[in-house]
């Protein structure tokens, strides 16, 4: 009976718990069930051991229901969609690594599956003496260029450099500039965000290079353009280093000290703290060095100075003539504050005294025959800057983006010339000679500030966002000059025939304040993923606001305001461009066609010094600009681009003023209120091709601008009444006039090219670069007779220049470096007015540089160039340069390092120069005090700490190196 009970109570008991098991006790009877999704998306980031990013790597997806396939892009990511089975297996394959099989088991009712990274370890092998690792050297994105640093081997304490010498395409000088496919960089990145203010100097020659996981060479259209996609106006290069992520937590540092000959120094101070997106670094340098030796320019580069269209002019050899004392402290900041802010700062003071000696002569072709000229220079400029730049990034949520960009900067010289010309004018009119000498003094100060606002939100729709931007800047100007001058004239060619001279003493002072405001908005409504249509309206208004006042001063040292030499204006310029392009984002192809509307207005006052009235201005216009620019990727080594932009310049307030200037009486300025804007249409094409088996870069660019309705200056030489001197001698004299005028037919053609060639695994490298110039321009010169007849003559200059340079790199072991260098320049220039001779100035460059280190720690540098140059006249043109150095290393890690160098052991360094302006062409020559020698030390420490970690794990990062938070 007993066990009857208890069978019957535990049927009972179960029957209520299945029961309340089945409804829930009746409590929650309409909570829906969580249902597996009918779709999913899977992706995931494919590396090396290195934490290399692996492209093309094959992906095979497989489950009960699904096989699905897709490659790793640029960035070593796959993301494969319509994914049926949350239960799959992964199937990894690539070229020079072992396969990996791998299954996963996910919640079937996620939406997105990002999966772990995963590593494939490499089965590097030798076929044929070639080295597979399935990874190109360089790869080509749309705007990238990209280089592997690990396939590029450096010396030990190497900088960034040196590592970029060794890569295809890049030209580097000494000084820190860098070209890249002979086009100039212009700014550098760390990581994806500007370094040390973006100076490309500091971050190349400070940075270690073995800290480096990847170069990329950007086509930059601005922050904005990388956030919403829309690109507008004409790129910039911009370098970004991307660090390795085992040297991405750690501290750097390098400490220099030279002292030398001639009370010649240079020190700098480097350190850098890295821990992921943070930075935090000081780079100091003090230095009183010879431009054109300390500073060569790029070595394999632009011969003569010239820069033959790489980029690389008068900068490369040090940016100026003479003799200069320099420094630049600079500390630069960025961090994460949370996972919504980060931060961007930098500050630098610099200041740089020159002094220079110049000697230059050329000729100045005018309607009534050359003015050939000759004058020699001194010249003493003392600058100081201050530039503070500071960025922050706000991320609220996923769909809205805020970045705030304040900078503010200020200028000061302080600078001093004396100058000497002789001018002889061979005029159909007459014969003139003059001599000028004269000195000037000047104080310049320019403090500016501004501040832009950027606000992007996402919308839920892919690719669908909207920007506004805001920006407000403002440069106060201040310049004060003295200037005392004296005219004699002769009335032969020679020095002793004076007839009459003239004396002049005159200080001026100006200011200068310019208020722009710009406005932007950006809205981009995809079709499809591949697909979108773009529409930006951005608005511009610059106020100006110019005042120049004039005294003349007198023998006595009195002085007194000269109204007919003020010069005062205030306007404005205001510009308002609406663009509506389609674009299309292929796999293989990207195509981008719109136009862009350009209403203008200038408007404002001037004063009219001949009656002292305010005369106002005002000039508009309209034009519509079309967008076009095309790209076609064969593969991820191998793409071509063309691409067409159109610029409109308006005319400045001074060249449309409805009145003659007469403050300088040497020199009147007529305005033309009937000016129409310069129109530029600029079409650019480039091909680009790295042959991986081969270690074979081939890349082509070229470049042709067409200008209709150019602004130029017609300089009318007025013949003045002659004067009677005190022995009734007739003096002749003239003045310049100067009007504006629209002319057509001005046109050039760029076309660069690079052939890099790698041979047995990169210790011998050939590169052979060079430029085909060639440009059109057209003017027009007058003369006005005592009558007041004016007859023009317009003319035409033509420029045709080849500059070819064939530089080898050869590392046959790790203890020689050898790098020869030949260089051709020739460049020829015609100008077709009455008189006037072509000029053609021809340079053969040969050049070797090297190191060799022995004994384990000893290395030996050297540097020799022979330039043999043909077109210069009298100037000394066929130098031979040689420096020469050693060094001893010490310590296990070989970090401290004591140097000597040696400069123009033969003193022959000659600073030439050839300049261009219509039919004015100018040689100029330099001093060099350039022998001298510097002993000291250099000191390098690292200490590094791992990968960036984040909940246990590697943290993920972007294309551009950032590290995701």
């Known amino acids: 009976m007993k066990k009857l009970l208890l069978v019957l109570f535990i049927t009972v008991l179960s029957g209520e718990v299945f029961a309340q098991g089945g409804n829930n006790g009746g409590r929650n009877r309409t909570q829906p069930q969580i249902l597996a999704l009918p779709f999913r998306e899977v992706s995931g980031v494919v590396k090396d051991t290195a934490d290399n990013t692996i492209i093309g790597a094959s992906i095979t997806l497989t489950s009960k229901s699904d096989t699905l396939r897709a490659v790793t892009n640029s960035d070593g990511v796959f993301v494969i969609k319509n994914v049926k089975q949350a239960v799959f297996t992964l199937d990894v394959k690539e070229l020079g690594y072992r396969p990996i099989i791998r299954k996963y088991l996910n919640n079937d009712a996620i939406k997105r599956i990002v999966l772990e990274p995963i590593i494939m370890h490499s089965s590097s092998h030798l076929m044929n003496e070639v080295k597979i690792n399935g990874v190109p050297s360089i790869t080509y994105k749309t705007d990238t260029v990209e280089y592997r640093a690990s396939d590029y081997k450096v010396h030990p304490n190497a900088t960034v450099d040196e590592l970029l010498k060794k890569m295809e395409g890049m030209e580097v000088g000494s000084d820190g500039s860098l070209t890249h496919q002979g086009q100039q960089v212009v700014k550098a990145r760390l990581n994806g965000k500007d370094y040390a203010g973006g100076n490309v100097a500091q971050a190349i020659q400070n940075l270690p290079a073995d800290i480096v996981e990847k170069i990329q060479v950007v086509d930059d259209y601005g922050d904005a353009a990388a956030r919403t996609g829309i690109k507008d106006g004409d790129p910039q290069k911009v370098l970004n280093i991307t660090t390795r992520a085992d040297r991405s937590v750690g501290t750097t540092g390098r400490l220099t000290g030279q002292y030398g000959s001639d009370d010649r120094y240079n020190a700098n101070l480097f350190v850098q703290r890295i821990n992921a997106n943070q930075q935090l670094g000081l780079i100091g340098n003090l230095r009183n060095t010879v431009n054109g030796v300390a500073s060569t320019g790029v070595a394999g580069g632009a011969t003569n100075g010239g820069g033959g269209g790489t980029g690389v002019g008068s900068g490369a050899r040090g940016g100026g003539s003479g003799t200069t004392k320099s420094g630049m402290p600079s500390f630069n900041y960025r961090d994460q504050w949370g996972k919504k802010i980060q931060v961007i700062a930098s500050y630098a003071y610099n200041f740089r005294d020159n002094n220079s000696f110049n000697t230059s002569y050329g000729q100045n072709g005018t309607v009534l025959g050359p003015n050939n000229f000759k004058n020699n220079n001194t010249a003493e400029n003392d600058s100081k800057g201050h530039n503070i730049n500071f960025q922050?990034?706000?991320?609220?949520?996923?769909?809205?983006?805020?970045?705030?960009?304040?900078?503010?900067?200020?200028?000061?010289?302080?600078?001093?010339?004396?100058?000497?010309?002789?001018?002889?004018?061979?005029?159909?009119?007459?014969?003139?000679?003059?001599?000028?000498?004269?000195?000037?003094?000047?104080?310049?100060?320019?403090?500016?500030?501004?501040?832009?606002?950027?606000?992007?939100?996402?919308?839920?729709?892919?690719?669908?966002?909207?920007?506004?931007?805001?920006?407000?800047?403002?440069?106060?100007?201040?310049?004060?000059?003295?200037?005392?001058?004296?005219?004699?004239?002769?009335?032969?060619?020679?020095?002793?025939?004076?007839?009459?001279?003239?004396?002049?003493?005159?200080?001026?002072?100006?200011?200068?304040?310019?208020?722009?405001?710009?406005?932007?908005?950006?809205?981009?409504?995809?079709?499809?993923?591949?697909?979108?249509?773009?529409?930006?309206?951005?608005?511009?208004?610059?106020?100006y606001d110019n005042k120049s006042i004039t005294d003349t001063v007198l023998a006595n040292g009195q002085s007194y305001e000269l109204l007919a030499r003020d010069n005062i204006s205030d306007y404005s310029f205001t510009e308002t461009r609406a663009t509506l392009n389609y674009h299309f984002n292929g796999v293989k192809y990207n195509l981008a066609v719109g136009a862009t509307a350009v209403p203008s207005v200038l408007a404002g006052t001037k004063v009219n010094n001949a009656n002292g009235q305010n005369v106002a201005t005002q000039r508009t216009d309209f034009r519509i600009i079309p967008v076009f620019r095309f790209s076609y990727s064969w593969s991820r080594t191998q793409r071509f681009s063309i691409g067409y932009s159109g610029s409109n310049t308006e005319p400045t307030f001074t060249e449309i003023q409805p009145f003659t200037d007469i403050s300088n009486k040497q020199h009147h300025i007529i305005g033309n209120p009937d000016l129409d804007p310069q129109f530029t249409h600029s079409i650019t094409a480039q091909y680009n091709n790295y042959i991986a088996n081969s270690k074979l870069n081939i890349s082509f660019n070229v470049n042709g601008s067409f200008t209709s309705h150019e602004i130029d200056e017609n300089d009318v030489t007025v013949d003045l009444p002659p004067t009677i001197n005190s022995k009734g001698e007739s003096v002749r004299t003239t003045r310049t006039d100067t009007y504006y005028i629209n002319m057509d037919g001005a046109h050039a053609y760029v076309g660069r090219y690079n052939f890099a060639k790698q041979l047995d695994d990169r210790k011998y490298n050939l590169s052979l670069n060079g430029n085909i110039t060639y440009s059109y321009g057209v003017g027009m010169t007058g003369h006005q007779d005592l009558a007041g007849n004016i007859v023009n003559t317009p003319y035409h200059s033509t420029n045709w220049r080849f500059d070819e340079r064939f530089g080898p790199r050869i590392n046959p072991n790790d203890n020689i470096e050898i790098n020869p260098y030949v260089g051709y320049d020739v460049s020829r220039t015609f100008v077709n007015t009455l008189n006037a001779t072509a000029s053609i100035v021809k340079t053969t460059s040969l050049a070797i540089d090297g190191r060799m280190y022995f004994l384990k720690t000893w290395q030996i540098n050297y540097s020799v160039t022979k330039s043999y140059v043909t077109g210069f006249g009298s100037l000394s043109t066929n130098p031979t340069v040689i420096n020469a150095g050693f060094e001893k290393e010490f310590f296990d890690k070989k970090n401290f390092i004591l140097t000597f160098n040696a400069f123009d052991l033969l003193h022959q360094n000659n600073f030439i120069q050839q300049t261009q302006t219509g039919s004015n062409i100018t040689y100029t020559q330099s001093n060099s005090l350039s022998r001298y020698f510097l002993v000291g030390f250099r000191l390098n420490l690292q200490r590094w700490s791992g990968s960036p970690m984040r909940n246990g794990r590697p943290m993920q990062r972007r294309g551009d190196g950032s590290f995701i938070y």
């Open 392 to 543: 922050m990034e706000i991320t609220p949520d996923s769909a809205d983006f805020i970045q705030i960009t304040p900078t503010f900067g200020y200028t000061s010289s302080l600078s001093s010339s004396t100058s000497d010309q002789d001018n002889i004018n061979n005029y159909t009119t007459g014969f003139q000679h003059n001599v000028n000498t004269g000195f000037t003094s000047s104080t310049n100060s320019a403090p500016n500030f501004s501040n832009t606002v950027f606000y992007q939100h996402l919308f839920h729709k892919p690719h669908r966002n909207v920007s506004f931007t805001a920006t407000i800047s403002r440069t106060n100007t201040e310049a004060n000059s003295d200037r005392n001058n004296t005219i004699h004239y002769y009335k032969t060619a020679t020095l002793d025939s004076l007839i009459a001279d003239s004396v002049s003493h005159y200080q001026t002072n100006r200011t200068s304040i310019n208020t722009t405001y710009r406005a932007g908005f950006t809205y981009v409504e995809p079709f499809s993923l591949s697909s979108q249509l773009e529409f930006t309206t951005q608005f511009r208004k610059s106020d």
